[in-house]
């Protein structure tokens, strides 16, 4: 499988994350809105909040805080944050307050910033406070390679590509679409072109939290993995996971092809029976590959599938047939 990346995630309707991902999916069900008006409410929501909360003044920091440079790299003089390389603060619309970017602001908040409604700017350069921009209007200095004024998204690391898709309603990492991407209606999200007709659609496949670690797919920054089966986990998710498991945590469905290794499983079966005392005793076993049911001997830790010779089988039952 190609990994498949996909920038802009979100948790519980407790957390303005869930509110975020409630909201989102209010406005994809609505039938009587067209595809663009669905992704300008997208748009606007793309960072989410509560509404009780948004409001409520982040916490005041000094004005040398304010004025001072930030750097994504101290050492090398590259100005931004932890998160993007930028030579621009944003003052948040919500609580006026200036932050390097809306990580950072949401850090020290009650509430969460809606990076996609930011009216003005702070030049790190020369410090003058000013409506949105790709450039400052006072030194004429370009703050960040890539600007969309959508999204409000700044970021100048010269390794990174970005690009809007209207029906996602966010930028996405890579060239662009027709490029390296393309954007599946089905599943609603932005695919690595060479998955365009060699992928499992899922309805609004990133419409759900990671299996691992929960955090929402859609909108988030971390990369994402469409496993074989069609179901999607984050990068980094996916390869712990698979130190552990060669199973989907999904559907439970194998990750790959098992065959080499249920071979030893056969071998080691025939090299190690089971105790004579367990020879009546039958399972009742559903595959997780093929999802059917089937009957086969019983074993302290193997089950294998009668029609695709499957091990990655569930056990259902199990019971004594005498003769």
Known sequence: MTLCTMTPSYMSSATPEGELRKRIRQIQDDDALEPAEKAQRIQRLMSGGHANSRFQPAKRRSIEDVNAPTYYNE?????????????????????????PCRFCH????????VRSETKNMKCMLCGALQPAAQSCRECKQILARYYCDLCKLWDDDPNKTSYHCDKCGLCRSGRGLGDDYFHCDTCNVCLSINMK????CIERSLDNDC??????????????????????????????HRETSYQCPTCLKSLGDMTAYFERVDQDIMQQPMPPEYQYHVSHIFCNDCETRSRTKYHFFHHKCENCNSYNTTVLQTEIIRP
Do not use: W
Request: aromatic share 10%; net charge positive; charged share 15%.
């Open 75 to 99: 050492k090398q003089q590259i100005l931004g944050c932890e998160h993007y390389q930028r030579k621009v603060k944003l003052q948040a619309n919500c609580c006026s307050e200036i932050f």
């Open 197 to 200: 007709n060699n992928h499992r």
């Open 211 to 240: 299996p691992i670690c929960g955090e929402y797919l859609f909108t988030s920054t971390t990369r994402s993995y469409f496993m074989p089966c069609g179901h999607s986990i984050h990068v980094p998710c996916y390869i712990a």
């Open 106 to 113: 949401d850090r020290v908040s009650h509430h969460t910033m």
